[in-house]
């Protein structure tokens, strides 16, 4: 299930004084089962292009395809029930958890918070509850412990996956998540790193990742867009995107902290490759450059 967009412009407050152009002429494609990170200092326009997919922001120029979803820009009016999308489809398909994520949180329990999104898409009965009970199984939660608990009784990493068991709850194609991993501590960012891959391997296959973390968008992404003044300045893979440092410096982009001490210690003799992304990779290429083998 590809995502198309073409031509994407959006301008805020247009027709004012205050109009600000948030993306100009964003052409992308992303490919069913990809993981893609998305990056550009805040005001770039990341969160702007990608609240698109599923209707949250209302095309104003260009199209988007997703699989037999076509949205079409009419100015970001509300377009005629005959012209329009169906939205409650749509935004089953394309999951959106947003940063910090549980302060979204408003049900008197656990297991009705969860249950809010897919019973809005149509879901109920024994179907529901079972979605309800495989979505709070799969972000690592007892069910029995958990459902009848106020999600605000919980830590706040619990809160966290309790959010995104109600996005997974809606069995979406497509996860967006904007800083998955915002406030959380080195354990508690790891732990739902590897859930979201878990989930991307076992329900969403493709996943799109806003972060500012370049370190987590290197070790986890198989794509990268660069954002930066409402435009896509250029897409890469994140070993091609970060050994380019006169390129990283002029979009003012820092190097994950594992390449840029490998291209310190290259710059000190120690001959690594500077295309490592991650502490194993790197430990590797030390030893490779010692000539231990492994």
């Known amino acids: ?12 407050g247009a027709g004012t004084p205050f109009a600000k ?18 990056i550009g200092h805040t005001g770039s326009g990341k969160s702007t292009l990608f609240s698109h997919l599923n209707a949250l922001t209302r095309i104003q120029r260009g199209t988007i395809e997703i699989d037999e979803f076509k949205m079409v ?11 329009r999308p169906d939205f409650k489809a749509l935004r089953a398909r394309v999951g959106m958890v947003f940063q910090y994520p549980e302060y979204q949180l408003f049900a008197e329990t656990v297991a009705e918070d969860v249950a809010f999104g897919a019973k809005n898409v149509g879901i109920k009965g024994e179907e529901l509850d079972g979605r309800v009970r495989a979505a709070i199984q799969t972000v690592g939660l007892d069910y029995n ?16 996956r309790v959010a995104l068991a109600g996005v997974l709850a809606m069995h979406p194609k497509i996860l967006v998540l904007d ?29 799109i990742m806003i972060s500012h973390n370049m370190d987590e968008v290197a070790r986890y992404c198989d794509k990268i867009a660069v954002m930066a003044d409402g435009e896509l300045k250029l897409t890469s893979t994140p070993a091609e995107l970060f050994t380019q440092t006169d390129l990283l410096q002029s979009l003012h982009i820092e190097m994950p902290a594992v390449t840029a001490l ?9 001959n690594v490759s500077r295309a490592v992304l991650t502490e194993e990779q790197l430990v590797q290429e030390i030893l490779r450059a010692k000539g231990v083998a492994t």
């Open 73 to 83: 820009g009419n100015g970001g009016k509300k377009l005629k029930r005959k012209n």
């Open 262 to 270: 490998a291209c310190e210690l290259n710059a000190r003799g120690c």
């Open 179 to 207: 800083e998955p991993t915002a406030g959380l501590d080195p354990r508690g960012k790891k732990e739902i790193l590897d859930l979201i891959l878990r989930v991307k391997k076992e329900l969403c296959h493709t996943v």
């Open 21 to 38: 152009h948030a993306l100009k002429n964003i052409n992308l494609t992303i490919e069913d089962g990809e993981f893609w990170g998305v």
């Open 1 to 12: 299930m590809p995502i198309k967009i073409t031509d994407l412009e959006y301008v805020y």
């Open 145 to 160: 412990e958990v459902k009848d608990r106020s999600p605000f009784d919980l830590s706040g990493g619990q809160k966290r």
